[in-house]
């Protein structure tokens, strides 16, 4: 109840802040994009990360609020991130309430944002419940001009036939399949396959994850279009990757 009010208090008075982890081209070169991390620092616990709040915004009733004050704050700030897409996160329940798609358009069009500079990142969750509606939407979606990608690939367990069924842009590999990759030839296997699925299929692949020199050789080898990961960059605030941008041009 107190943690709801807390929240509920830090969405309407914008005390909710957005860090950016930048996605960059396989050769580690260019940032291509940008994904927003939602942050809450609490004047009294700290810094709370999404997977403390996201949850109890989601069972609260305050998703729809919280998603659309990120989406908001998003699209104003990465508008002068001119030709670098910007990934938002989606939570499932925010996808399947009937006015997603429409507050997603309205939020675009009031924030002037260039619907082709989106990309939505959705989970297998999605995709489960009601499938018919799910595939609606996200044509729906796409027909705006808005990209989407399937997230923490490799995760689910009908990864195979969502490809197949839904209108994805790109698959980000999970980064659970990076972490012992070393170690174990078996999730270099499995993450050569996934890269290689997702490429056979038109799909743009991104790793996420990538902490060290040896993943990103392998990921270029294997033909991966996009990287993330701490080897590049945390999530940092806006002014930053202002810098960065700087830096790079
Ligand atoms: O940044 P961090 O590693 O703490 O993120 C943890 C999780 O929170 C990730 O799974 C990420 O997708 C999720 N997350 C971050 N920002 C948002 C957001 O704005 N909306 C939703 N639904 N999830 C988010
Ligand atoms: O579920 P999702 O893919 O949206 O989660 C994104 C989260 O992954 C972010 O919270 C981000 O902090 C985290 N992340 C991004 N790159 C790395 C990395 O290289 N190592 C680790 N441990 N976490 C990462
Ligand atoms: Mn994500
Ligand atoms: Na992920």
Known sequence: RMVEDDLRRAIDNDELTLHY?????????????????????????????????????EERGLIMPLSEWVLRRACLEA????????????????????????????????????????????????????????EAAMMDIRAHGVGLALDDFGTGYSSLIYLR???FDKIKIDRSFLEYMEATGESAILVHSMAHLGRALGLRVCAEGVETAEQHRFLQAIGCHELQGFLFSRGVPASEIDRLLRLDN
């Open 79 to 134: 508008k002068r991130w001119k030709g670098i897409r910007l990934a938002v996160n989606v939570s499932p329940i925010q996808f399947r309430h009937k006015d997603f798609v429409a507050n997603v358009i309205r939020i675009i069009d009031e924030t002037d944002f260039d619907p082709a500079q989106l990309e939505l990142e959705l989970t297998e969750g999605v995709l489960i419940e009601d499938a018919d509606a799910a």
């Open 165 to 167: 069924r839904f209108a």
């Open 21 to 57: 982890q930048p996605q960059v081209s396989v050769d580690g070169s260019t940032i291509v994009g940008v994904e927003a991390l939602v942050r809450w620092p609490h004047p009294v616990h700290g810094m709370i990360p999404p997977s403390d709040f996201i949850a109890i915004a």
